[in-house]
């Protein structure tokens, strides 16, 4: 199993702070920094305030060396389809092609009305997403020296050159996810590489994942060319009282954590992930929420990543 590293850095973090992580997370042998698409904390004063998840790609494409870097997830009222699609191959061609795209429909109303976004109604929202993916696939997979061109309710895009390419062998990973029972499959068998179920039980996830799995084979898709894999909060220590400190530090109640998350002991979270992998998935985001405990990935680095095999 993968272990990825994912951070929330709308509740307070500077880029320095995420290239810290990033790079401690490269050293310690994680496969990838993924990062959230939100301008507005949850909870706490968010202090010193947003960044913007694809200039923060940009400048750690260019700090770091191979380990792989996305959004989980890039929110699609945030920005028009076409544009994403040049901002996302160009940081992909600044790291070397290792960006991953998780994109999803957009869904927490208060950042949009901070920030002067437009929020359409959940219909809606989810009719642009479906647009998006078409526009932002298909600007990637157009041959050089080809034009794209699509007509949707919401977007249109004319004799476009559809550039710049990405330059990693396959084009750039797709991500879609959620808990929806139908549209959300049926796009991620259309369009995705990746499927990922947040913050649910192994139980769940299983199911989530029998979902994309049929819906790739009503399309006539593989359903092994489909990764799975769920992102679930962090929070392990090496004795009581670090674990309490820990959860003290993300203020949370550690028996929660324990029960919701990868938590506990190195022990315990092993057996989680074990869970997990029953369940179908390949994969794992860990929500790291202390982003100054750099000891955090050292520990799960030395004492869980080796027995997951």
Known sequence: MQLRVFTEPQQG???????????????????????????????????????????????LARETSTIRLGTLMTAGTFRLPGPLAISVAQVDQMSGGRVELGLGSGWLEAEHSAYGIPFPALGERFDRYAEQLAVVTGLWSTPVGETFSFAGQHYTVTDSPALPKPVQAGGIPVLVGGRGAQRTPALAARYASEFNTPFTSAADAAGLFDRVRTACSDVGRDPATMTLSSALVLCVG????????????????????????????????????????????????????????????????????????
């Open 13 to 59: 973090a500077t880029y320095d702070d995420l290239l810290a992580v990033a790079r401690r997370a490269e050293e310690t042998g994680f496969d990838a920094f993924f990062r959230s698409d939100h301008y507005l904390a949850m909870g706490g004063d968010g202090l010193p305030g947003p960044t913007d998840a694809w200039v923060t790609l940009a400048g």
């Open 238 to 309: 090496a004795s009581d009282a670090e674990l309490t400190r820990r959860a003290a530090a993300i203020g949370r109640d550690l028996d929660e954590l324990v029960a919701n998350g990868v938590a506990g002991s190195p022990a315990q979270a092993v057996d989680t992930l074990g869970r997990f992998a029953e369940a179908g998935a390949t994969r794992v985001y860990l929500q790291v929420l202390d982003l100054a405990d750099l000891d955090h990935l050292d520990l799960v680095a030395a004492e869980v990543a080796p027995q997951l095999g």
